[in-house]
């Protein structure tokens, strides 16, 4: 069997008096989608900062694709997408979407960043708003540019915080949509953070459910039904309701 993208192991982690997350271990296969389910304080965008290198662990070990990480420092081939959206605000979408470039590949000329950033923004649909400043997009518009962002250096290990909780629930359906539609372009292995039990069953092939104070792994759920998965079907209502049980 190969090695595991990520492997979480006894990850301990304490904020002063308080103990955040208690002996967390899990998996993720490369080219699988997880979600960590959780409830509000219960340490998942601690474990996230964790698997990205900007938390250090008080205990445990990290491995990626195989390989002992050093608890702090860049992370090759991995993109963060965190909740709120980080654009910035004097730059148009075209440059926000360099950006990543500029940092992931500073050797890449200019024009090849730009050809990438077009690419990556034609992608999510965006190539007609590549000359628009982030206050003229919508918030839909918005995470669409972060996602782009976060896809544009092809990272092998996309980490997702809440990306749309923001969002009304037709737009997160499209982005649903979107998440699906890239994967499939190109296998990449996602670990994403939601309270959303709909969303976590609609996106992911396996949902760790996290119990609170200290965040410690409760159950494990394995998500085999066929996409593409609207909540509107009674498998995946079914589903639905069976993992709010658990959480
Ligand atoms: N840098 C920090 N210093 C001190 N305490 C922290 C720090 N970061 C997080 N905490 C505490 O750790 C706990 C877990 O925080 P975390 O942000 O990981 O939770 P979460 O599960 O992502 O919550 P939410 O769903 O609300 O985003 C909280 O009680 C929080 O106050
Ligand atoms: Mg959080």
């Not at 694709?65 to 909740?83: D, I």
């Not at 004097?90 to 440059?95: F, K």
């Not at 965006?126 to 919508?138: N, R, T």
């Amino acid at each position: 069997m190969s090695a595991a993208a990520i492997a979480v192991r006894g990850i301990g982690k304490h904020f002063g008096e308080l103990k955040v997350l208690d002996d967390v271990g899990f998996e993720v296969g490369e080219g699988e989608t997880v979600a960590l389910l959780g409830t509000s304080g219960c340490g998942k965008s601690t474990l996230l900062n964790i698997v990205a290198g900007l938390a250090v662990p008080d205990a445990g070990e990290l491995w990626l694709h195989g390989e002992r990480a050093a608890a702090r420092g860049e992370r090759r081939s991995l993109a963060y997408m965190f909740q709120e959206d980080r654009l910035l605000p004097w730059r148009t979408v075209q440059a926000n979407a360099e950006l990543a470039l500029e940092a992931a590949q500073p050797r890449l000329s200019a024009h090849g960043r730009r050809e990438r950033a077009a690419a990556a923004l034609e992608m999510v649909g965006l190539a007609a708003f590549a000359g628009h400043h982030p206050h003229q997009l919508s918030g839909g518009m918005r995470s669409r540019v972060a996602l782009a962002r976060s896809l544009i250096g092809e990272p092998g290990i996309l980490l997702m915080d809440e990306p749309f909780s923001k969002l009304d629930p037709q737009t997160r359906a499209q982005m649903h949509g979107e998440v699906l539609r890239l994967r499939a372009l190109r296998p990449t292995t996602i670990l994403f953070v939601t309270h959303d039990v709909e969303e976590a069953i609609v996106l992911a092939d396996r949902v760790i459910v996290l119990a609170p104070r200290p965040g410690r792994v409760r159950e494990i759920v394995n998500v085999s039904l066929p996409r593409p998965r609207s909540a509107t079907e009674t498998d995946v209502a079914e589903a639905v309701r069976r993992l709010r049980l658990l959480v």
